[in-house]
DNA sequence: ATAAACTTTCATTTATTTTTGAAAGTTTAA
DNA sequence: TTAAACTTTCAAAAATAAATGAAAGTTTAT
């Protein structure tokens, strides 16, 4: 397989793997780009190597950066704007752990307190509805605060240091 | 908030977090509907509650019985059939881990191991192309290996206890 | 202040995914 | 073996999500 042909894969099934998981394909296939580019790419260059239109790049590159996982670059005296991709593994992962955090598994915890807490008449069905929510409660909580211990370790200067040297 | 109200909002929240997470709200919403079930749920039960199609409910069922978290069950004296969700947690999240990383973690990973692979010449970008999807594909593995681990222990009848013991 | 170079927005169009429902299929009881 | 009771399938329709592109907005250089 020679090199474009190689790249062109990855891209794509990066972006499939991004629509099965709820992600726009676009997005991800965006990302996907940047990731595997070793310098800043510009707008133009996006649209022309995913064929897609000015709009749909701006939307998805904004939203890429409201993730965290993109930054903006600007290249001296230039005035058109580039973009990179974050690199590192690592700080991907919790990047995306946390916003999916905060955006879903949140709310829906905050739904799940209030649903398996209302006064509930003696009928086993009432009884069951409880017992399992406020189940999934503890089970959803307790795997988003490992998500979130996670995160913190992963910030702290002696966690990344322990990390680097286990790698 | 009352039972029905309380029932209705937690369905209508996992069909939406489902949605989020690339599963489609009628299947995420009849495996709610299952989940606080006290007992098993005719087909016809399903349709009224959620107001949807034979046809839908048939199909969805159908897929969360693939994915090994709804089962069928036939009551003595009854001809249709009753479905019934598994209604424990740890077990349900290693199946849905195991089913996830089988349709969609390890066809990916054989893409990533592919396209790292490939011969370059010595261009910085083609350098960088191998580099970053090498780390990727790492990444991904580990991660993926985690999650074998995880069902692993999760099957074996010590690690059962113990994780029974834990909580 | 003006205009060129560039980016963002959003109403409309297009593509994708999901749902429907009627026909075909299956099982069971008599 | 027949027919009633039930389930599955799948082509077509509906709903939803994503993409387009032109107009509006912004920034920078002169």
Redesign the interface.
């Known amino acids: ?3 474009k042909e ?2 062109n ?2 891209v794509q ?1 990066w972006g499939a ?1 991004g ?4 992600i726009n394909k676009t997005m991800a296939q965006i990302h996907a780009l940047l ?4 310098e800043p790419v510009s707008m133009e260059d996006i649209m022309e190597e995913l064929q897609i239109s000015r709009g749909n790049t701006s939307m998805n590159l904004k939203a890429l950066m409201d993730w965290g996982i993109v930054y903006k670059e600007y290249k001296a005296g230039e005035r058109r704007e580039f973009f990179t991709a974050e ?1 590192d ?1 690592d700080e991907l ?1 919790v990047k995306i752990a946390r916003e999916r955090s905060k955006r ?1 598994i949140k709310p ?1 915890l905050k ?2 307190k ?2 398996s807490t ?1 006064d ?2 003696n009928s ?6 409880v017992d ?2 406020s ?2 409660y503890d ?1 959803v909580l307790k ?1 988003d605060n490992m998500l979130d211990k996670m995160t913190e370790f992963n910030e702290n200067w002696l966690g990344r240091l322990v990390l680097k040297i286990m790698k």
Do not use: D
């Open positions: 397989m020679e090199f190689a790249k894969k990855f099934t793997l629509s099965q998981w709820g990731m595997i580019s070793n690199k593994l992962a879903e829906a739904i799940l209030e649903v209302i509930v008449s086993a069905e009432e009884k069951h509805f399992q929510t189940k999934l089970f795997a």
